[in-house]
C-alpha cells in the first residue's frame, strides 16, 4: 500500500512540473523561488528560537 501511495505521489509531482513548465515557469526561476524559501525559513527559525530564549527567560524568572 506505501508503494502505490509513493508512484502516485511520484506521478502526481511529475505532473505538476510539467503543468509549471507548461504556464511559463523555467527552470532559473523554480531554483531561485526555492534558494529565497531557504533563507526565509531561516530567517524565521532563527525568529523563533529568539522568541522561545526570551519566552524562556520570562518564565523562569530571569527577565522582569
Known amino acids: 500500500m506505501a508503494g502505490l501511495a ?5 506521478i502526481a509531482l511529475v505532473f505538476a512540473y510539467l503543468s509549471y ?3 511559463g515557469g523555467s527552470i532559473d526561476e523554480l531554483k531561485q523561488k526555492v534558494e529565497d524559501l531557504g533563507i526565509t525559513t531561516e530567517t524565521l527559525r532563527t525568529k523563533t528560537a529568539d522568541i522561545l530564549n526570551s519566552l524562556e527567560k520570562k518564565v523562569r524568572g530571569e527577565d522582569k
Open 6 to 10: 509513493l508512484i502516485i505521489s511520484i
Open 21 to 23: 513548465r507548461k504556464s
